[in-house]
């Protein structure tokens, strides 16, 4: 399948359909590969081999689809979130263990009260929360019951190539499939103090994006979907509507310790409550979180933020980075900013983040 047909590719419903197009996505895959011999396979010479690759791989990404679920969640009511998530949030997420283990883009499930996964069949099972990880983005929530659906592997998000086809797919009442393709893969630093390396942009975009699964033609998965972004293909480029995916290889060296403790070591770590855009070889505060260290220091939206404890910034990436330089999360921090005509040096004494949210059940 060409680059051009990955871009004006629609979405589709219905299984009918799906069929139609998991068959034509895995035919794409195949005959990009050379032909060889496998063992085992019924039908002779190099077309009958092709088939049966297709075949393998229409099954394996019919079968990543089916262990996309719904997430319903219903957020606390104290919880702070709810001024910019709201209270009732929808979702997908990915079934990844036997035990039931799902995962999904971890803003859904933050200060969750109550969470259901919603089924193909539309069929609700009650679950709780596992973790949510501040540094990845990611969330893990467990179901209640048995899904019955067989879980996915974890591919490699690091080997994704951008002549590839992609399979988007997400879950609950509102399923959907479509083919996407990576436009790039970097560093992507979030206004709310969120930093990660290795992001995968796709497109076209997809407004179901949170809590996505991306999947190769393998029928492994890559990335969970959180954003919508405009420059898909980097900043350089001309502008392209798109989703950033988090990266599944940011999950495999710390699954053991989120199902283990709820969170990374990565997760505990300074937090001032900004949120920022990069301006002008600097760094800009857009808002202030109520109760945040940075309001108690007195930061105002329109400042501009040029060093963090001596140490020039001049984008988020900068910022964040040396902001965490400090492993100790409750510590001071000198922030020397620009206010109009005028230097002005605040100390604020960060926080731990994972502490100021009203937890979860479960974890």
């Known amino acids: 399948m060409s680059q051009a047909a990955l871009f004006t590719f629609s979405s589709v419903r219905g299984w009918a359909a799906a069929t ?77 263990g036997d035990d039931g283990l799902v995962l999904t883009i971890g803003y859904l499930v933050l200060e969750a009260d109550h969470v259901d996964l919603v089924q193909a069949d539309g069929r609700r099972v009650p679950a709780r929360v596992v973790a949510y990880d501040l540094a990845t983005g990611f969330g893990l929530v467990r179901a209640l019951a048995p899904l019955g659906l067989q879980p996915v592997p974890l591919g490699a998000s690091a080997t994704v190539s951008g002549d590839e086809p992609l399979m988007i797919a997400s879950g609950g009442d509102s399923a959907d499939l479509s083919l996407a393709r990576m436009v790039s893969r970097r560093a992507f630093s979030g206004f709310w103090e969120y930093h990660i390396e290795g992001a995968l942009f796709t497109a076209p975009a997809r407004r179901d994006h949170s809590g996505a699964g991306l999947f190769n033609a393998d029928g492994e ?16 480029a001309p502008s392209l509507n798109g989703n950033m995916f988090v990266p599944v290889d940011l999950l495999k060296p710390i699954l053991a310790e989120l199902t283990a403790s709820g969170a990374s070591r990565g997760s505990t770590r300074a937090w001032l409550g900004l949120n920022c855009v990069e301006y002008g070889g600097h760094v800009r505060v857009l808002r202030i979180t109520p109760d945040s260290p940075a309001e108690d220091a007195g930061l105002q939206p329109g400042d501009l933020i040029a060093l963090i404890d001596g140490t020039p910034v001049a984008d988020l990436a900068s910022f964040y980075k040396t902001l965490w330089l400090d492993e100790r999360p409750e510590r001071d921090v000198d922030v020397e900013i620009r206010r109009g005509a005028e230097t002005i040096l605040l100390r604020v004494h960060s926080v731990d983040r994972m502490r100021t949210l009203s937890q979860p059940q479960g974890v």
């Open 20 to 96: 139609r197009w998991l068959t034509a996505a895995a035919a794409s895959c195949c005959l990009a590969a050379p032909v060889t011999a496998a063992p085992g396979v019924g039908v002779a010479g190099p077309k009958g081999v092709a088939a049966a690759q297709m075949e393998a791989h229409a099954q394996a990404l019919t079968r990543a689809n089916a262990a996309v679920v719904g997430v319903e969640v219903m957020a606390l009511e104290d919880a702070r979130s709810i001024a910019t998530l709201g209270r009732v949030r929808q979702g997908s997420g990915v079934l990844i």
């Open 221 to 236: 998965l890559v990335g969970i979907g959180s954003l919508v972004v405009n420059d898909a293909a980097g900043r350089e």
